[in-house]
């Protein structure tokens, strides 16, 4: 039982391609995050849905677009894919926000690769 | 704003050997801190947490006590193994904003 997953697991394209990537969790949380990693392992936060609204979305390059169709689903669209956004992207969820206190669930990650 | 500071990588330890992060932080009002670990093709995942000022969070043998007057949360372990090789990230996160994270610190400890 996978409490957050997400596909694909690898996402190898060409730049200017568009492509999404999906992600699900069944822990029954409210909120849902996407986080990017570069390849020095920085975690940055991009995005944050709580109840299926946007209550986080930090210095992003507006090519990117989440979706929350549910709660319980966060996607992840990117237009015209660049070099740069190369990356390992990691949804997470968490029950709600609490103070800071809540535990964040992360998924396995998607390995993005722009050539 | 909310940061964290952890110390540089990587760390390389013999098995057995005492294990000790640093991580400091600055923040406005009262957060809580964590400690994350990546293993190798993995996703994050908690290890530990303290909500309060001298909590201290503990889990499979790891260490972290919430030091509000030096601002830290340093991870320890007394006897690291094989299986902690993994990337620890020291994070924090006050109020309603995001998890801020540090840089990580990737630990590999050999037999």
């Known amino acids: 039982d996978t409490a957050v997953s997400q596909t694909p697991k690898y996402l190898v394209t060409q730049m200017g391609n568009d492509k999404s990537i999906k992600c699900e969790q069944n822990l029954g949380h409210d909120t849902m995050y996407w986080y990017k990693q570069d390849s020095k392992k920085f975690l940055k936060i991009m995005f944050s849905?709580?109840?299926?609204?946007?209550?986080i979305n930090e210095t992003v390059p507006n090519r990117f677009s989440p979706k929350s169709p549910d709660k319980a689903h966060l996607n992840l669209h990117i237009n015209s894919l660049e070099l740069g956004d190369s990356a390992v992207y990691f949804c997470a969820s968490s029950q709600g926000l609490a103070g800071g206190k809540e535990t964040q669930y992360f998924g396995p990650g998607t390995r993005l690769l722009v050539l | 704003g909310n940061s964290v500071t952890q110390m540089e990588g990587p760390v390389t330890l013999s098995e057995e050997a005492f294990l000790t992060i640093n991580c400091t932080y600055t923040?406005?009002?009262?957060?809580?801190l964590f400690w994350y670990v990546q293993y190798p093709g993995e996703g994050l995942q908690l290890l530990l947490k303290?909500?309060?000022?001298?909590d201290k969070g503990s889990n499979k043998g790891f260490e972290a006590t919430y030091r509000k007057e030096t601002t830290s949360f340093h991870l320890e372990k007394g006897s690291v193994q094989v299986s902690d090789s993994a990337v620890y990230f020291c994070?924090?996160?006050?109020?309603?904003?995001?998890?801020?994270f540090g840089k990580g610190t990737r630990l590999s400890v050999i037999a």
């Open positions: 994070a924090l996160s006050s109020g309603n904003t995001p998890l801020v």
């Open positions: 849905y709580n109840n299926k609204e946007l209550i």
């Open positions: 923040a406005t009002g009262y957060p809580s």
């Open positions: 303290a909500t309060k000022a001298d």
